[in-house]
Each structure stands twice: as structure tokens, then as C-alpha cells.
């Protein structure tokens, strides 16, 4: 691939070839973020009401849930390749996070590369994406009376028979939790070989194994937490 141009910009973009020669007066190669910011709370409710053999019977539930997310991410590093060897001349470069080198076919680094910049600037780029989710739920249930030849009577350690409470509500209770947390920074990056830069500015990685480098990958599955409470009464036990 063959280059020649007084500007040659490449944002969010890949320029590859087998030998790739550029020559340009100003070059800018920059990965760009996908940035986002949520936040969302969702509340549910819910009623029921059954008619039983002696009363109706009535249920009630309750959701709230909450999500927090921030994100600023490259998906895919800006760069130029040649798989077999590049070459590239400018007066004036720029590099936001952005790859030059000779990368074979299988991503390996082959060192065949010249680079000649008389300006050169660069930038790194660090990069987040952190999501928390979070929900709290609760339902209350009353149920109807067993009938008395179904019910179980049960006895104290003096014998004397226990008496059922009248209250027949369940009561259940909920939380959960889900999430993840990255991090990676993405260097400006110019891969082995020989480069020439007379005048050069910033952070520069000459290591392309380390180019797009994931510093931190922590993924939480959703995790529920529940507790029941169900009141005995009349109807499980009874004398």
C-alpha cells in the first residue's frame, strides 16, 4: 500500500497493507472513545385478590431497581500496518493512542519497520466501563384458614395441645446485586524497528504486546439474597 498526501488523518480507522509506505507532511492517528452515562430506577408493583373456600385471600409485591453506569471505551485501536514491513515519513505526527508496526497476520510483531517523524506528540488514552445494578423486592401473602380435620395438632412437652395463631401472612424478602468494573489504558505505540523523531512529546510504547493493555476485568454475575418469614397459624397447627 502506497501513501502520499500534505495530510493524512486517521480517526477511529485502520489503514493496513502488505508494504506500507506513507509519506505525508502532517499525520494524526487517533483511537476514539465510545462514552456513555445512565441512570435508571424502575419501580414495580403488583396486587392479587382469589376467592378461597371460605374468604378471599390477597397478595402484594414490590420492586425497586436501580442502574448506574459510566463508559469510555475504545473498541478497536487506530493504527497502521504492514504485514510484511512499513515505512512511514512526516513532518509533523500525532498519536492519541494510536498503533504503527509491522504486524503479521498471526499478531506478531516483525520489527521490519522505519519510521521518520522531525515533530512527533503523543497521548495515551485510559479508558473505563463501571455498571452496578442493584434491586430490593418484597411480597406479603395473607392465605385462607385450613379446614379444622386438616389441620395438625401438635402437643407441648406436658401434653397440653398448641394453640395456632390466627395470622396466616407470609412475608418474603429480596435483594440482588449485579455488575463490572474495567479498566485499560491504550498507548500511543510505535512497534520495533527504527524510528527517527527529531523533536518527541509524551508517553511513547515501543512494546505493540502492551498497545491496548487490559488493567483491570472484574464481572460480578447477579448475586440474589432472599429471606422468608411465614407466620404459623391455625391451619398448621391446632388442639
Do not use: F
Not at 61 to 70: L, Q, S
Not at 176 to 198: C, F, M, P, Q, W
Amino acid at each position: 500500500m502506497y501513501s502520499r498526501s500534505d495530510e493524512l488523518i486517521i480517526q477511529g480507522g485502520n489503514l493496513k497493507g502488505k508494504e506500507t509506505d506513507v509519506k505525508t507532511k502532517k499525520l494524526v492517528l487517533e483511537s476514539l472513545q465510545d462514552t456513555s452515562k445512565y441512570r435508571e430506577i424502575g419501580v414495580g408493583i403488583g396486587v392479587n385478590a382469589g376467592k378461597g373456600k371460605e374468604k378471599y385471600t390477597y397478595s402484594g409485591n414490590g420492586e425497586v431497581t436501580a442502574v448506574k453506569g459510566d463508559k469510555e471505551w475504545v473498541g478497536t485501536q487506530s493504527s497502521i500496518t504492514g504485514t510484511e514491513k512499513i515505512r512511514v515519513k512526516a513532518e509533523e505526527g500525532y498519536l492519541k493512542g494510536g498503533l504503527i508496526g509491522n504486524i503479521d497476520e498471526n499478531g506478531k510483531d516483525r520489527g521490519n519497520l522505519t519510521v521518520e517523524i522531525k515533530k512527533l506528540l503523543t497521548e495515551d488514552i485510559e479508558n473505563k466501563d463501571k455498571q452496578v445494578g442493584v434491586g430490593i423486592r418484597a411480597s406479603i401473602t395473607e392465605r385462607e384458614k385450613v379446614p379444622t380435620d386438616q389441620q395438625i395438632n401438635l402437643k407441648d412437652e406436658n401434653g397440653n395441645p398448641l394453640k395456632g395463631k390466627e395470622d396466616k401472612v407470609g412475608t418474603d424478602y429480596g435483594a440482588s446485586i449485579e455488575g463490572h468494573d474495567r479498566e485499560k489504558v491504550t498507548r500511543a505505540t510505535i512497534g520495533n524497528g527504527v524510528l527517527l523523531a527529531g523533536e518527541q512529546s509524551g508517553p511513547l510504547n515501543r512494546d505493540v504486546y502492551r498497545a491496548d493493555e487490559t488493567l483491570r476485568d472484574v464481572n460480578v454475575k447477579k448475586v440474589n439474597i432472599d429471606y422468608v418469614e411465614t407466620k404459623k397459624g391455625w391451619g398448621e397447627i391446632g388442639g
